[in-house]
């Protein structure tokens, strides 16, 4: 029995000398460096080094005194700053992109740990196409948001084209699951409203599998469809990149809080998405200057109808609005709010190949 004791003693013992108390005044230092930080992962497939990223991003982001990058594995980095103004500037502007890819930032935060976490999504504009005009209210584009992520913010903003006027919406977005070209509507008639869905900023997408950090070249299902003589339609349109930000149309601020391989040459082709009728409507109000460089899916095919479309839509991209949802807005809107978004990108910027 004391053996076993004396057993017990050792091994606990040995438990120990692993061990180090760590003290607040040990990491006081330490802390104030990261308090001048920002947590940020870049959402792509491919997989970019910590010399790469700061090279790239001195430039980007004008040189920022004291500026360095730490690596934090799986294409997450931490950003460090020596002046509180740049570190502000730059968590404001994102998300960014960089080689059309979507970088997001957000400031450490020490309390919360949340620098431990894989950063899962981002912020992103989306824009709907395609309401009636009864539907267009706060309310409704509230509901429609829920379905793309967490609602930040909605509003009605001035377009050019077809449809004049349009609701926005900000929301937080899950880059783990599939992106989507469409919602439909169930009004308090019980027709179903196909309403077309566009990202501002959005980075590189495959339109075959519908998720980011990749194009078709570069998809695995593509690959393996391919090899199986399996290769389907694409599931979403590439049309989703928005190429107008609009004009805010009123002052209102409605927000809503968030909870803090390639493809073988020889092998088949996917099928693209036709294109639905709400963007050839947006588009029919567009001069030939405005709709130069739009980067469009083939023709439609003109057996395949609106109806069939709706029928194959899965019950994840109904939204299903009531009357008391479908009030007309609010007359006496007051001139423009002239803010356009700009994308906080250096184009001209080109970093070395890795």
């Known amino acids: 029995m004391a053996r076993q004791a004396r057993e017990g003693n050792s091994d606990s013992d040995g438990e120990s000398d692993n061990e180090v108390l760590i003290e607040e005044e040990d990491i006081k230092k330490g802390k104030e460096a990261c308090a001048k930080s920002l947590i940020g992962r870049v959402f792509a497939d491919k997989k970019f080094s910590v010399g790469t990223i700061e ?4 430039s980007i982001w004008s040189r920022p005194e004291g500026f360095r990058v730490s690596d934090r594995g799986g294409n997450n980095f931490q950003f460090f700053f020596d002046n509180d103004k740049d570190l502000m500037k730059i968590e404001k502007g994102s998300p960014w992109l960089f080689k059309d890819y979507v970088l997001h930032v957000r400031r450490w935060n020490n309390s919360d740990r949340r620098e431990e976490r894989e950063m899962q999504g981002f912020p992103v504009w989306a824009q709907f196409w395609g309401l009636p005009e009864c539907y267009k209210t706060i309310e409704v584009g509230r509901k429609l948001a829920e379905k793309i992520g967490g609602v930040i913010e909605v509003g009605f903003y001035e377009m050019k084209g077809g449809e004049s006027r349009i609701i926005k919406t900000r929301v937080e977005m899950d880059a783990s699951k599939k992106l989507k070209d469409h919602v439909c509507v169930i009004g308090p008639n019980h027709q179903a409203v196909e309403i077309g869905v566009r990202y501002e900023k959005l ?28 290769v389907r339609q694409d599931k979403i349109g590439d049309w989703i990149k928005a190429y107008q930000m609009g004009r805010r149309i009123n002052n209102e601020f409605n927000g809503y809080n968030v909870p803090g391989a390639n493809l073988n040459d020889q092998g088949d082709k996917p099928k693209k998405k036709p294109i639905p009728s709400w963007l050839l409507n947006s588009l029919s109000g567009l001069s030939m200057k405005e709709t130069v460089g739009a980067k469009l899916a083939p023709e439609v095919n003109s057996s395949h109808s609106k109806s069939d479309s709706l029928l194959e839509t899965s019950e994840a991209n109904l939204v299903d609005i009531t009357s008391a949802s479908t009030k007309e807005p609010q007359e006496g809107v007051q001139g423009l709010m002239a803010v356009e978004e700009v994308q906080n990108v250096d184009q001209s910027y080109s970093p070395r190949k890795e």
């Open 55 to 58: 090279n790239a991003f001195r």
């Open 203 to 230: 980075g590189r997408f495959c339109t075959y599998c519908a998720r980011l950090g990749h194009e078709p070249k570069g998809c695995e299902l593509l690959d393996t469809d391919s090899v199986m003589k399996s």
